[in-house]
């Protein structure tokens, strides 16, 4: 089996849509789609995810299901330095959580306080079993960190979703906390992660990714790749985002 997760293209927050490049971005997406072979499609239910779907769906003369725990993982906490508002559990400091050992284990990242407090962990197990709900549908059916393979398959499935959600998503897959995907690496908008199953041994399955954040889709048409969920490279740049 092969899982393709596609972020969402450049957006516009503001009304939960596309920017015209994230229009581009999705059109470019699409000619790389349509040419392969897919199972099903699913779709998270916020606009900028459904835009970002539309022309591929349109070009192949398909649906996709729609499913509520694709949408963003935007799960609200109190960053340590922030007093006024909750921030999204991906955007903390480095210099602060990267001090709580915890958060760079798979078994143990929610017992940091503050997560304790948003209830992250029953959200993320919400997620993740949905997601093993729709795999076992297809054939996998989660055993301990592996699958146990039902029904061995070579079917491609392909979700439009978010950054936050998609490290959720890889976390539960590749057994990695959240916490240092969420900080530690970067999906630009349209961008396309692969993983494909592993059956080494007959009946026992892994996941294991082979591309993350592709976007030579981008690169064939000189589009440069959005800035969207990155920070500044160095203070000085101005002009980039720094919070």
């Given at each position: 089996?092969?899982?393709?997760?596609?972020?969402?293209?450049?957006?516009?927050?503001?009304?939960?849509?596309?920017?015209?490049?994230?229009?581009?971005?999705?059109?470019?997406?699409?000619?790389r789609l349509t040419k392969l072979e897919i199972r099903d499609f699913y779709v998270s239910p916020l606009g900028r995810a459904k835009d970002t779907a539309s022309p591929t769906l349109k070009k192949m003369n398909r649906t996709a299901t729609e499913c509520d725990w694709l949408q963003e993982f935007d799960v609200l906490i109190d960053r340590p330095d922030v007093t006024d508002k909750?921030?999204?559990?991906?955007?903390?400091?480095?210099?602060?959580?990267?001090?709580?050992?915890?958060?760079?284990?798979?078994?143990?990242?929610?017992?940091?306080?503050?997560?304790?407090?948003?209830?992250?962990?029953?959200?993320?197990?919400?997620?993740?079993?949905?997601?093993?709900?729709?795999?076992?549908?297809?054939?996998?059916?989660?055993?301990?960190?592996?699958?146990?393979?039902?029904?061995?398959?070579?079917?491609?499935?392909?979700?439009?979703?978010?950054?936050?959600?998609?490290?959720?998503?890889?976390?539960?897959?590749?057994?990695?906390?959240?916490?240092?995907?969420?900080?530690?690496?970067?999906?630009?908008?349209?961008?396309?992660?692969?993983?494909?199953?592993?059956?080494?041994?007959?009946?026992?399955?892994?996941?294991?990714?082979?591309?993350?954040?592709?976007?030579?889709?981008?690169?064939?048409?000189?589009?440069?790749?959005?800035?969207?969920?990155?920070?500044?490279?160095?203070?000085?740049?101005?002009?980039?985002?720094?919070?």
């Amino acid at each position: 089996m092969k899982l393709l997760i596609v972020r969402h293209g450049d957006p516009d927050y503001t009304i939960d849509s596309l920017t015209e490049k994230g229009w581009r971005e999705a059109e470019f997406l699409s000619e790389r789609l349509t040419k392969l072979e897919i199972r099903d499609f699913y779709v998270s239910p916020l606009g900028r995810a459904k835009d970002t779907a539309s022309p591929t769906l349109k070009k192949m003369n398909r649906t996709a299901t729609e499913c509520d725990w694709l949408q963003e993982f935007d799960v609200l906490i109190d960053r340590p330095d922030v007093t006024d508002k909750k921030i999204i559990p991906w955007d903390w400091l480095p210099q602060d959580w990267t001090r709580d050992e915890r958060f760079y284990q798979y078994d143990h990242w929610f017992e940091n306080e503050r997560m304790l407090a948003s209830d992250l962990k029953g959200h993320y197990d919400y997620v993740t079993g949905k997601l093993d709900e729709l795999l076992a549908k297809h054939g996998y059916v989660r055993d301990g960190h592996c699958y146990k393979v039902v029904e061995s398959n070579e079917d491609t499935l392909v979700f439009f979703c978010h950054f936050g959600l998609e490290c959720v998503l890889l976390s539960h897959l590749l057994n990695i906390s959240p916490m240092v995907l969420w900080h530690g690496v970067c999906a630009a908008p349209s961008s396309v992660t692969t993983l494909n199953t592993e059956e080494r041994r007959e009946g026992i399955a892994a996941f294991r990714m082979s591309a993350f954040g592709d976007i030579s889709h981008l690169y064939v048409h000189d589009e440069a790749p959005a800035f969207a969920a990155r920070f500044c490279e160095t203070y000085g740049n101005t002009e980039e985002r720094h919070d």
